[in-house]
């Protein structure tokens, strides 16, 4: 395949010699010296892969959308403005696949996080949290993967009904404290905590790969596919 890279950052770079290993070439490569590409230059790739910025992103969808190229979106924190992505996507039989991780052991992490949910719901004894690590550079705060884990949680246990990235009010609120520090790709916890033990999951990054690997089957996936999907299709999970 011909893949566009849209935001040739550390992560498009890891993306880019992932892509290489699988046979595929790398048709376009945009970063900030070039966000007015020639649109044409996009038609010519067979998918896209954006890893951008929050505030790019959405123009970035916009034009694979009008280049008719399928996109594997990456970027977090642009999810306001999801539902008329979606009905664009669905109306003019556009292909988008988006993830708030694209790591294959984030997304076991994730059907693992709802199990243990649902076997929690039952011991209210359990408070529970979550606490994401990223590297200082990470733009959006908490991230898009921890916000999928708390998502996980609230639609599995009945006591807890909201996220907050803040000092929690309420017994129905759910903690998420994010941490930002050097050189840290991505950690993950869920801790369950009672008066007399802790229960936790964890997932910790030890480098981008992952979440390149992850994209460019994404990529693979999607490139000749109409409609919106998720790395749960891309994983069967």
């Known amino acids: 395949m011909k893949i566009a890279i849209l935001g ?61 190229v399928p996109v594997v979106v990456g970027t977090t924190g642009w999810y306001a403005e999801f ?6 996507c669905i109306s003019e039989n556009k292909g988008l696949l988006y993830a708030t991780n694209f790591s294959v052991g984030v997304n076991i992490f994730y059907e693992i996080n709802k199990k243990l949910a649902t076997l929690m719901d039952a011991n209210s004894q359990y408070d529970v949290e979550v606490e994401e690590t990223h590297h200082t550079q990470k733009l959006d705060a908490p991230s898009g993967t921890a916000i999928s884990i708390a998502e996980g949680i609230i639609a599995n246990l009945d006591r807890k009904d ?46 981008r790969n992952g979440f390149a690997y992850g994209a460019v089957l994404a990529a693979e996936y999607i490139h000749d596919k109409n409609g919106v999907f998720t790395m749960k299709d891309v994983l069967s999970v």
């Not at 230059?41 to 998918?47: E, H, K, N, P, Q």
């Open 8 to 68: 040739y950052g550390k992560m498009g770079k890891v993306i880019e010699g992932i892509a290489i290993k699988r046979g595929h070439l790398i048709a376009l490569k945009v970063n900030q010296t070039n966000l007015d590409f020639d649109l044409e230059l996009l038609r010519d790739c067979d998918v896209a892969i954006e890893f951008s910025s929050p505030e790019s992103a959405i123009e970035n969808i916009h034009k694979c959308f009008d280049a008719n």
């Open 83 to 88: 539902n008329a992505v979606q009905e664009r």
């Open 162 to 207: 909201s996220w907050k990235n803040d000092m929690i009010v309420s017994e129905n609120e759910l903690a998420i404290e994010s941490i930002r520090t050097e050189d840290v790709p991505g950690t993950h916890v869920v801790k369950y905590e009672s008066d007399i033990d802790v229960v936790e999951i964890k997932h910790e990054a030890k480098n």
